[in-house]
Nanobody, 123 residues
Framework: QVQLVESGGGLVQAGGSLRLSCTTS????????MGWFRQAPGKEREFVAT????????YYGESVKGRFTISRDNFKNTVFLQMNSLKPEDTAVYYC????????????????WGQGTQVTVSS
């Protein structure tokens, strides 16, 4: 059973930065495409970023392009989300997700999910 645990969320002022981490266990991390999604109160879950198994391919949601960077360390079984130039509209619970094989942008395509970490950006 693959388990994902996010960390690194918190409260930050607009313009600031945070780095989220998601560490996995119970599976072969290097065989998983990984993604980050977020959900704000009253809104649907939104695609943020995804990265292929060995990190050669990444995709970003339009609202975070140029500000967020997804990366992974297969030796540490961890995927990261570096978030810069944060805006109040980035406030949400951020979820890490994994799936076997190819990267996808739709949350329905992901099999494994973490419990989420809250990110709050104050204006």
């Amino acid at each position: 059973q693959v388990q994902l645990v996010e960390s690194g969320g918190g409260l930050v002022q607009a313009g600031g930065s945070l780095r989220l981490s998601c560490t996995t266990s119970g599976g072969t991390f290097s065989s998983l495409a990984m993604g980050w999604f977020r959900q704000a109160p009253g809104k649907e879950r939104e695609f943020v970023a995804t990265i292929s198994t060995y990190g050669s391919i990444t995709y970003y949601g339009e609202s975070v392009k140029g500000r967020f960077t997804i990366s992974r360390d297969n030796f540490k079984n961890t995927v990261f989300l570096q978030m810069n130039s944060l805006k109040p509209e980035d406030t949400a619970v951020y979820y890490c997700a994994g799936r076997a094989a190819a990267i996808k942008k739709r949350s329905e395509e992901y099999t494994h999910w973490g419990q989420g970490t809250q990110v709050t950006v104050s204006s």
